[in-house]
Every structure is written in structure tokens, then in C-alpha cells.
């Protein structure tokens, strides 16, 4: 991705509102939703890789869902709960990341 200076000012605002007392992505999600949403929706207009529907994904979950039998159904939730698992981990394991980061420049 190329560089751009809108992307890494909103990254720097995500950035400065985590609280360092925050010890979890989960308490700290709500101080920074909205800046998070903006660069997500910037990031989302860059590339294609980037591209995603929040919105429509549910309804487009559940119809998949709807349509496989009950076996095939069960196996259909556990690949979702493992990815949305595996999502939560990545989420928190980059906002471990960043309170290091922030955590190092405040003490330097």
C-alpha cells in the first residue's frame, strides 16, 4: 500500500486515544470507535484486499446458513466462530502492540 499521510494521521489519532490504563482492546475499543470506523472506511477505498460489508455480511451469513442442510450448518458456524475467534485474537494481540509502542515512546 502506498503511503498516505491521511491514513497515518488517522492512525496517529487512533493511537492517541488509548488509554495506557486500558488493559484490553475490549475496554479501550469505545475511546477510539470512531476514529478506528474513519480509517477502516479510508483504508477500505485503497484496495480491493481492504474491501468489506459489514452491513451485509450478516444477512449474507444467515442466508447461507439457511440454505445448507442441518449437518453442513453446524460445520458452517464453527469455520464463522473460529474466524470471528481468530479476528478477536488478531485484534488484540495489535492493540497489545500499540500500548508497547506507546509505552516505549512515553518512556523515552
Excluded: N, W
Aim: with cysteine.
Amino acid at each position: 500500500m502506498a503511503e498516505s499521510t491521511h491514513i497515518t494521521r488517522l492512525a496517529e489519532i487512533c493511537a492517541s486515544r488509548i488509554d495506557p490504563a486500558s488493559r484490553s482492546f475490549d475496554d479501550a475499543f469505545p475511546q477510539f470507535k470512531t476514529e478506528l470506523g474513519e480509517l477502516l472506511d479510508t483504508l477500505k477505498t485503497l484496495d480491493p484486499r481492504y474491501l468489506f460489508d459489514r452491513r451485509g455480511r450478516p444477512g449474507a451469513v444467515d442466508a447461507i446458513r439457511a440454505a445448507l442442510p442441518t449437518i453442513e450448518r453446524e460445520l458452517f458456524d464453527a469455520v464463522i466462530e473460529d474466524c470471528e475467534c481468530e479476528l478477536a485474537a488478531t485484534r488484540e494481540a495489535l492493540f497489545q502492540v500499540a500500548r508497547s509502542c506507546q509505552s516505549k515512546l512515553t518512556s523515552s
